[in-house]
């Protein structure tokens, strides 16, 4: 069985940084992705950033050049660093973990950026 948990939303005026972490833990076994997906109401669920291990970040077009998204393969943990927010960032941060064709998501962190 695999979990993961995110952990760092919260509220931020514009301008201001967050830093959200990722712990994936389990039977995890074999290349994987890592990566952050956000929603915000009404909108569907979009990426904002991934990597597979040992590879090179992919963003999302609305956030390259502000965010950062990092990882430590031997702890299972990605990190989002978050930087310039803006308040369309504003929404549930889910974090994935991609195991082959198999998807696990955490249960999401709000971040809220006040204008």
């Not at 919260?10 to 990566?35: D, E, H, K, P, Y």
């Not at 915000?40 to 502000?66: M, T, W």
């Not at 960032?89 to 082959?100: G, H, I, K, S």
Request: charged residues 15%; hydrophobic residues 35%; positive net charge.
């Amino acid at each position: 069985q695999v979990h993961v948990v995110e952990s760092g939303g919260g509220l931020v005026q514009a301008g201001g940084s967050l830093r959200l972490s990722c712990a994936a833990s389990g039977s995890i076994f074999g290349i994987n992705t890592m990566g952050w997906y956000r929603q915000a109401p009404g909108n569907l669920r979009e990426l904002v950033a991934a990597i597979i291990s040992g590879g090179i970040p992919n963003y999302g077009d609305s956030v390259k050049g502000r965010f950062t998204i990092s990882r430590d393969n031997a702890k299972n943990t990605v990190y989002l660093q978050m930087n310039n927010l803006k308040p369309e960032d504003t929404a549930v941060y889910y974090c994935n973990l991609r195991v082959f064709t198999m998807d696990y998501w955490g249960k999401g962190t709000l971040v809220t950026v006040s204008s």
